[in-house]
């Protein structure tokens, strides 16, 4: 299995910020790299695809970027319904699908 | 507006079966992939495998449950299915049903019903 790990694992800021959230694959999957954000009590949505594509209706203060093994997902000048957990996620193979542990970004 | 539901008994006994099903609205249920993901605290986001139907089923499952996995689909009845033999507690989960961006990919979801929690408890 493709392991991903996404660093750091929480994350405070405040409204206005801009944050940069990583994620690492255990093998290269090129630019297969999708990112969620999940708020409690609600399924995953999703942000972006490809890497760096924005998914219809994401907001464009969200962009990714990375391939190979290393990506990033920044959110630029943070709003009070960003704060959420977010999940990196590859769909280089589903042999099996993997996600990442999440990174939980909380308000300062 | 493609719209999923998840249904199903929340309680499950120990060494019994976990069966769900996902009501699909809105859209065609034929040549997407449709696929089962669970969450826990201790596990994190799970992939549990997808079902894909073209004139045939095809199904892919997650190695660590392949053994105990079996998903189906009803055309007719726009939804498919999921079971789980042989449950434990490890087993807890919110179970989500989810659909693939486009009928070319079966690698990401921007579709997904609103979770069921399954718990496994004598």
């Known amino acids: 299995d493709i392991q991903m790990t996404q660093s750091p694992s929480s994350l405070s800021a405040y409204v206005g910020d801009s944050v940069t959230l990583t994620c690492r694959a255990s093998?290269?999957?090129?630019?297969?790299l999708v990112w969620y954000q999940q708020k409690p009590g609600k399924a995953p949505k999703l942000l972006i695809f490809g890497a760096s594509t924005l998914h219809s209706g994401v907001p464009s203060r969200f962009s990714g970027s990375g391939s190979g093994t290393a990506f990033t997902l920044t959110i630029n000048t943070l709003q009070p319904e960003d704060f959420a957990t977010y999940y990196c996620?590859?769909?280089?193979?589903?042999?099996?699908?993997?996600f990442g542990q999440g990174t939980k970004l909380e308000i300062k | 507006q493609v719209q999923l539901q998840e249904s199903g008994p929340g309680l499950v006994k120990p060494s019994e079966t976990l069966s769900l099903t996902c009501a699909v609205s809105g859209g065609s249920i034929t040549e997407y992939y449709w696929s089962w993901i669970r969450q826990s605290p201790g596990r994190g986001l799970e992939w549990i495998g997808y079902i894909y139907y073209s004139y045939s089923e095809y199904t892919n499952y997650n190695p660590s449950l392949k053994s105990r996995v079996a998903m189906s689909i009803d055309t007719s009845k726009g939804q498919f299915s999921l079971k789980l033999t042989s449950v434990t507690a490890a087993d807890t989960a919110v179970y989500f049903c989810a659909r693939a961006f486009s009928p070319y990919t079966s690698g990401f979801y921007p579709y997904w019903g609103q979770g069921i929690l399954v718990t496994v408890s004598s």
């Open positions: 093998q290269t999957i090129g630019t297969s």
């Open positions: 996620q590859q769909s280089y193979t589903t042999f099996p699908v993997t």
